[in-house]
Nanobody
């Protein structure tokens, strides 16, 4: 079992920044590919960013490329999502997720991640 707890969400003006954190406990954190997904009201959950076990490989949704950065600290069992230049289309509940399959197979597939946090709300106002 892997337990994931997100933090760092909040209310921010468009153009501003937020840094989300996801702290993991349980099994060895570095064994898992980590991802961030978001879900806005009335919409399906969507992939935001993913990072490989060692942190050397990342992938982003086209909508956030150049604005968001995913990183991880395996010594601290934490994955981060730095969100800059936030837009009014970015709000939602942001959840981190962990998966045990190879990075390329699961990185942007929510149903391939076996462990999820409870999510943290991000709200952007214009």
């Amino acid at each position: 079992q892997v337990q994931l707890v997100e933090s760092g969400g909040g209310l921010v003006q468009a153009g501003g920044s937020l840094r989300l954190s996801c702290a993991a406990s349980g099994r060895t954190f570095s064994n898992y590919v980590m991802g961030w997904f978001r879900q806005a009201p009335g919409k399906e959950r969507e992939f935001v960013a993913g990072i490989s076990r060692g942190g050397s490989t990342t992938r982003y949704a086209d909508s956030v490329k150049g604005r968001f950065t995913i990183s991880r600290d395996n010594a601290e069992n934490t994955v981060y999502l730095q969100m800059n230049s936030l837009k009014t289309e970015d709000p939602g509940v942001y959840s981190c997720a962990a998966g045990g399959a190879p990075f390329a197979e699961l990185v942007d597939k929510a149903n391939q991640h076996g462990y999820w946090g409870q999510g943290t709300q991000v709200t952007v106002y214009s």
